[in-house]
């Protein structure tokens, strides 16, 4: 069945120092993948997403890019805030399926 | 534009006495919606999903039950709560186009003494 890998945390970095939190996924078909973001006491918020193949999603300077060949989604950020502090979640959706699988979140904690 | 909405916020309830959380959404119509538990500093486990009005599926057998009785309308209930089922509460509707993509409520935090 799918499934998504991502690297236990938790992160602990400086500002502005630069941030991978990897992800890897099995799945059947075309997923479409995801990351999401919860911060402190809140619910989850879909930070970005790509659909297909070598499709890059970027927001608020995190970016990931699909990649087929390592079955990977890895985030990054040049530069970290204090404000980026919060739990990193993978997911990916099968195509025509309704279900969201997540990976087990990254907790991040920026140092200023 | 879509919302979606979860009661109470925060809830303490002494273990055996009953629970009722509820979620609704605005904005769409005939969602497919979720219910998660988030325990500390855990990954989220889909308790049950629903594509339709007394449609109900439960993914891990456990204390809880959920139903639906309106379209935009999932509860999540419990007749004699545990210690185990203290967690962070989260609804969730689902978009399939364009991205596949699940929207969550802020969460409701359960504190089970």
């Known amino acids: 069945g799918n499934s998504v890998t991502q690297m236990e945390g938790p992160v602990t970095l400086s500002e502005e120092a630069f941030l991978t939190i990897n992800c890897t996924y099995t799945?059947?078909?075309?997923?479409?993948l995801f990351w999401y973001v919860q911060y402190p006491g809140e619910g989850l918020q879909l930070l970005l997403k790509?659909?297909?193949?070598?499709d890059k999603g970027s927001n608020k300077g995190f970016e990931a890019t699909y990649r087929k060949e390592t079955t990977s989604f890895h985030l990054e950020k040049g530069s970290v805030q204090v404000s980026d502090s919060a739990v990193y979640f993978c997911?990916?959706?099968?195509?025509?399926?309704?279900?969201?699988?997540f990976g087990a979140g990254t907790r991040l904690f920026v140092k200023a | 534009s879509q919302t979606i909405h979860q009661w109470p916020a925060t809830l303490v309830q002494p273990v055996g006495s009953p629970l009722s959380l509820e979620c609704t959404v605005e904005?769409?119509?005939?969602?497919?919606l979720y219910w998660y538990r988030q325990a500390a500093g855990r990954g989220l486990q889909l308790l049950f999903y629903?594509?339709?009005?007394?449609?109900i599926s439960s993914e891990v057998p456990q204390n809880l039950s959920a139903s639906r009785p309106q379209d935009r309308q999932f509860i999540l209930s419990s007749k004699k709560l545990l210690l185990s089922d203290s967690g962070f509460y989260l609804c969730?509707?689902?978009?399939?186009?364009?991205?596949?993509?699940?929207?969550f409520g802020p969460g409701t935090r359960l504190t089970v003494l």
């Open positions: 997911a990916l959706s099968g195509a025509g399926g309704f279900k969201t699988i």
């Open positions: 629903s594509v339709g009005i007394g449609q």
């Open positions: 904005g769409t119509s005939n969602p497919n």
């Open positions: 969730a509707w689902y978009r399939q186009t364009p991205m596949n993509e699940q929207f």
């Open positions: 799945a059947t078909g075309y997923p479409s």
């Open positions: 790509a659909t297909k193949a070598d």
